[in-house]
């Protein structure tokens, strides 16, 4: 029975988002699409991929950053700038179109490597990216693993069994993590 739920559950993590439900609500990322409305406006409706900064361009309002927030908050963030002198009740929807795809990648001695889908609505650390991948295989060398960051030059060294073991921190992971588990030399 645990095997077929393990299956399942490594089927929907395969589904794309939007097959997922995610399209509409949720965090909005950076560089994700979105949709903003205003209820009886038809001329401020403003559609877009969101630029590397997380900002869009709305008319009258202009550059609006929402990146990292709620549709929710968003939504409430453009009434208030849109009450601010041009209209009366603003009613603003804001909808998520598609999402650009976060994901870290585990190399090397893991039971499972792979490519694996970064959440937006959570952080996802390097120990729970290690067992999404299966763990560490037998031979695998817990004590050595590297963690290569886009923005850093040199890769990060991790003793995993460190941080299990409640001597280090755990590391949440950031888009195009690649993480890399050593063979271990006898």
Same mark, same amino acid.
């Given at each position: 029975?645990?095997? #077929?739920?393990?299956?399942?559950?490594?089927? #929907? @993590? !395969?589904?794309? *988002? +939007?097959?997922?439900?995610?399209?509409?609500?949720?965090?909005?990322?950076?560089?994700?699409?979105?949709?903003?409305?205003?209820?009886?406006?038809?001329?401020?409706?403003?559609?877009?991929?969101?630029?590397?900064?997380? $900002?869009?361009?709305?008319?009258?309002?202009?550059?609006?950053?929402? /990146?990292?927030?709620? $549709?929710? /908050? @968003? /939504?409430?963030?453009?009434?208030?700038?849109?009450?601010?002198?041009?209209?009366?009740?603003?009613?603003?929807?804001?909808?998520?179109?598609?999402?650009?795809? %976060?994901?870290? $990648?585990? !190399?090397?001695? @893991?039971? %499972?490597?792979?490519?694996?889908?970064?959440?937006?609505?959570?952080?996802?650390?390097?120990?729970? *990216?290690?067992?999404? +991948?299966?763990?560490?295989?037998?031979?695998?060398? *817990?004590?050595?693993?590297? !963690? %290569?960051?886009?923005?850093?030059?040199?890769? #990060?060294?991790?003793? !995993?069994?460190?941080?299990? @073991?409640? %001597? /280090?921190?755990?590391?949440?992971?950031?888009?195009?993590?690649?993480?890399?588990?050593?063979?271990?030399?006898?």
């Amino acid at each position: 029975m645990k095997t #077929i739920l393990s299956i399942i559950f490594s089927l #929907i @993590a !395969l589904l794309p *988002a +939007a097959a997922q439900g995610e399209r509409g609500s949720g965090t909005i990322g950076s560089r994700d699409s979105i949709e903003i409305r205003v209820f009886r406006e038809d001329d401020l409706t403003t559609r877009g991929q969101l630029s590397a900064s997380g $900002t869009i361009d709305m008319p009258l309002i202009g550059t609006v950053k929402v /990146a990292g927030m709620s $549709t929710d /908050a @968003a /939504a409430n963030l453009i009434e208030r700038k849109l009450r601010d002198g041009y209209l009366v009740r603003p009613e603003v929807t804001v909808s998520i179109t598609a999402r650009v795809r %976060k994901t870290v $990648t585990v !190399l090397g001695e @893991a039971q %499972k490597p792979g490519l694996f889908r970064l959440d937006p609505n959570r952080k996802l650390t390097l120990v729970e *990216a290690i067992g999404l +991948a299966g763990g560490v295989t037998r031979i695998g060398n *817990a004590k050595k693993i590297t !963690l %290569k960051r886009r923005n850093l030059e040199n890769p #990060i060294r991790i003793d !995993l069994r460190a941080i299990t @073991a409640g %001597k /280090a921190k755990d590391i949440p992971l950031q888009d195009g993590d690649i993480i890399t588990i050593p063979e271990s030399l006898f």
